[in-house]
């Protein structure tokens, strides 16, 4: 039996060292990342701090509008909550949307904001998925060694094999020789064959074309009413559309229709060139057709009338692309899920385009046509114009392309909160000076210095050596609060505010708590007559349930804070929650390990007057803490009650 005694403690012994060692670890490591990021990154040893502290830039963003219209209130405030929800995605704390005037939105951000974050929150994020009705090389020179090749075939598989990218739409163009087939869904798929024609007809009619379709073989009567001619040229290989190659024969019956084609736009994509476009957003009237290019300018197109909105995208994610043994691959891509009616709309139209001919493999010419091609248009740019191999049934798409995963996420956060209904320009960006400063935040620090001596002082006081307990497990929850800190300014952008710094203060009262409440647990099992090694664990199991329901409470108070406050305290939840964890953390991982230890010290365990476990004392007090400032107190320490003698006889 005493063996087996001796085989727990030397196990909890173990145990506890294992414990705090891996704790010293975790401590490294996360210094040693933090190194990294100062030595390789933009990241700071010292905490990034909010706009009331450290002040930051202030931007004004003016709404875009034609032909003297006005903004509606309706239109401002849905456009400030959007830009809310993307600010907030992109990890920066404390910021300030306001509205200036029912015309202006007003950006106070802390820092100074990189234009791509600028770019994230102001741009119109539209994205549309239109048919391609022609396609031809966006530059008058075509890039050398191009052959073309269309821009791909819509499948729903995961993965990807050697004849296709399953499970995402590639960013491809006509322009490409080395484009392979591709796809824009999450089911299996099948690869559709290379080089199929791009024509809606091959029976010529006597005008050289039927009505409303394309040819890519010369027109013996020239172009004639709804046709265009493409001549081939020397190499067999069709030429750029001639500008007056084409007019519509009549109304269109569709968005494939290439009626929706008029005489005006046709021109206007002859004579497009995509490396002379403008910085200027192009118009995407989603209920008539435009003329867009591809993002790297290679490509050129025609397309037709919105048939899928960006309205209807769900969820929107970024990340690498996997294979379909589950291998994660290189490949950047942004994971699309349509809700709603999105789902049956993008279901109908990849049945509708599966009975359409696939755009030609062999050359980046595709004359006005139908076609089995989906262009994906990002505020008017074309990112990808796949094809479909089979039907969509589970509204479920992906992109992949030439983006980084930075320029992923921050394309995805913005299709998931939605396009702002108005764009805007930033008309004045100022900087700004901060709101406190850093004499409040020199005050909040002594306030919090205060609250910390108070404590280390009552600790002494009241636990003697104990307090070292106290005091390291203060210091161990400070450090890793501070890395945690350093570290989210890095990777997420978090800024630290004067309510965070007030949450900070809170959390000395919290770690303070919970070492009370252990070391009276364990003081009661003295009392009761156990040694301490026992009541050290007799109080654990009793003091962590108490513990547990009250940092608990605090959790709950910091996720309601942080979900139904504003901006402003929010900061406070955050590092309130932030240290309710870290507290469990060093309590679990500190406070215990390195007490079970103490406890097989002869200084400890001998009960001396300065260990803080005066055992004969205690003994002799026999008074039992049970918690909320009550005690149990012996029937023969409690003072009589008047009129009532000792032995319960009544008092002559």
Known sequence: MADRGAARAAKAKDAAKRTLIALFVMGAALTAVLGFGVARSDATWAPRLGLDLQGGTQFILEPVVEGGQRVSSQQLDQARDIIVQRIDAQGTSGAEVTTLGGENIVVAMAGRPTEAQRQAITSASQMQFRPVLATAPGTTEPAPGSTGSSSGSATSGSGSSSSSTSGSTTRSNPSASNA??????????RTAPAGSAATTSTTPSGSGSSSGSASSTPSSGGSASGSASSAPSATGEPTAPAQDGWTPSGKPDGPTDPNNISTGLYREFTELDCAQRSDERPATDPKKAITACSEDGATKY????????????????????????????????????????????????????????SLSQASPINPPGSYNALATVYDGTVLVAPGFN?????????????????????????????????????????????????????????????????????????YRALALVTIGSMVVAFAFTYLFIALLAWGYNFRLDMAGVTGLIIAIGVTADSFIVYFERVRDE??????????????????????????????IAAIVLYVLASSGVRGFAFTLGLTTAIDLAVFWLFTHPLLTLLARRTFFASGHPWSGFEVESLHNAGVRYRGRGQFDVPEERKPARPGVTSDGGAVV
């Open 180 to 189: 392979s087939p591709t796809s824009a869904s999450r089911d299996e798929a």
């Open 302 to 357: 025609v397309l037709g009338p919105q048939m899928v909105a960006g309205a209807d995208i769900k969820d929107a994610s970024a990340g690498y692309q996997t294979t379909q043994q589950g291998q994660v691959t290189n490949t950047v891509e942004i994971q699309l899920t349509f809700g709603g009616d999105g789902v049956q709309r993008y279901a109908q139209v990849s049945r509708d385009l599966l009975a359409l001919p």
């Open 390 to 462: 089979e039907a969509i049934p589970n509204g479920t798409a992906s992109i992949t392309g030439n983006f980084t995963i930075e320029e992923a996420r921050a394309l995805a956060q913005s299709l998931k909160f939605g396009a702002l209904p108005i764009t805007f320009e930033t008309n004045q960006a100022v900087t700004i000076s901060p709101t406190l400063g850093s004499e409040q935040l020199r005050y909040g620090i002594i306030a919090g210095l205060i609250g910390l001596l108070l404590v280390i002082v009552y600790s002494v006081a009241q």
């Open 526 to 555: 003295l009392r009761e007559g156990r040694n301490l090694r026992a009541a050290v664990e007799a109080g654990w199991a009793r003091a962590k349930r108490t513990i547990l329901v009250a940092d608990g409470v605090n959790f």
